[in-house]
C-alpha cells in the first residue's frame, strides 16, 4: 500500500555537524509533507512543513528539501546541538497522521 | 497552561483488567486522535474524532473504545488487557484541515 517512511532507524552525528535525515513517500498525489519531532518522554511536536508547490523551505535551523521526482525529502538540521537528540518523523497530508517509524537521531558530544 | 493533557502518565495493570486513559484538550480543536506507540518507536494512529463523530478507526481490537463526551475530550477505555497492549499512549488534537497536531504527554501503560 501506499506508505509515508524514513530510511534510517538511527542517526548519530557529533555536535556542531550538520545532520540530515531522509524520508521517501510512494504516493504521487501527496503534496504536503510534515515533520515532527519527538524527545525522549515527550510528545511528538511540529517542526516544519512543505507543499508540493516548492522544492524548499527553510525554519530555524532546519531545511527541509522536497524532490518530486524520485519522491524523497529530506531534513537538514544545521549545527547540530544535543537538544535536538529525539526521533523525527515524516508524515504527508494524505496520510495524514500515519507516522509509522522515526529516525532515531542520537548527538555526540 | 497545558494544551493536551493525559491522565495518568503512568499506568501498571494486571492482564484481564479494564483500564481508561483520560484526555482533554484547551486549544479548541475540533479534532482529536489516540496513538499508539510501541517500544521501536513506531507510532500508529488508532481513532480520530471529529466534532464527537468518530472518522478514523484503524484495525484495534474491539476492546479498546474510544469515547467523546465533547470536543475538548477523548477517552480512552480498554478491557481485558493484555501483555501486548503494553505501549506509550498518545492523545493528540488539532483543527481539521490544519497540519499541525499537538500532542499530550503520553501515558505508558504496562500490563503484567
Known amino acids: 500500500g501506499e506508505s509515508v517512511g524514513l530510511h534510517l532507524p538511527t542517526l548519530s552525528v557529533q555536535e556542531g555537524d550538520n545532520s540530515i535525515i531522509n524520508c521517501a513517500y510512494s504516493?504521487?498525489?501527496?503534496?504536503?509533507f510534515i515533520w515532527y519531532k519527538q524527545e525522549s518522554g515527550k510528545g511528538p511536536q511540529f517542526i516544519i512543513d512543505?507543499?508540493?508547490?516548492?522544492d524548499k523551505r527553510q525554519g530555524q535551523r532546519v531545511t527541509v528539501l522536497l524532490n518530486k521526482t524520485v519522491k524523497h525529502l529530506s531534513l537538514q538540521i544545521a549545527a547540530t546541538q544535543p537538544g535536538d537528540s529525539a526521533v523525527y518523523f515524516c508524515?504527508?497530508?494524505?496520510?495524514?497522521?500515519?507516522f509509522g517509524s522515526g529516525t532515531k537521531l542520537n548527538v555526540k558530544p | 497552561d497545558t494544551a493536551v493533557s493525559q491522565t495518568p502518565k503512568y499506568l501498571v495493570t494486571q492482564m484481564g483488567n479494564d483500564k481508561s486513559i483520560k484526555c482533554e484538550q484547551n486549544l479548541g480543536h475540533d479534532t482529536m486522535y489516540w496513538y499508539k506507540q510501541d517500544s521501536k518507536k513506531f507510532l500508529k494512529i488508532m481513532f480520530s474524532y471529529n466534532n464527537k463523530e468518530l472518522i478514523i478507526n484503524e484495525t484495534v481490537p474491539n476492546r479498546f473504545s474510544p469515547k467523546s463526551p465533547d470536543k475538548a475530550h477523548l477517552n480512552l477505555h480498554i478491557n481485558s488487557l493484555e501483555l501486548g497492549d503494553s505501549a506509550v499512549y498518545f492523545c493528540a488534537s488539532s483543527q481539521w484541515g490544519d497540519s499541525e497536531a499537538f500532542f499530550g504527554q503520553g501515558t505508558r501503560l504496562t500490563v503484567v
Open positions: 508524515a504527508d497530508l494524505i496520510n495524514k497522521f500515519y
Open positions: 512543505i507543499r508540493s508547490n516548492m
Open positions: 504516493n504521487s498525489a501527496s503534496d504536503y
